[in-house]
């Protein structure tokens, strides 16, 4: 087995997108974390709250959850990968008070 693969994350919601090597048994939580240290995208909102971020696989149209690796869930050289922002329904109004 080939420890890395090449991806395409798209970054949404622009689209843009990037082309990577990772390790094949990484998870999605170093995954996540990788990007945000790299500043693919804001770790916190103007206020401070963290935002939370989700990846996806264009495929299998399945989340790629934290614990698992892209070995796990079949993640392929040359796949997209999906990095969502994760909408939090009521954290203004919980924000607020």
Known sequence: MNDKISIIIRVMPNGDELDVELPLLS???EIVGELLDAGVA???DNSGNPYI???FSKVSNVKIEEHKT???M???DGDIVYFVPKLVAGAIFLQAH
């Open 70 to 72: 892209l070995y796990d």
């Open 53 to 55: 971020y989700e990846l």
């Open 42 to 44: 804001p770790k916190a």
């Open 27 to 29: 998870t999605g939580r």
């Open 74 to 76: 079949n993640i392929s």
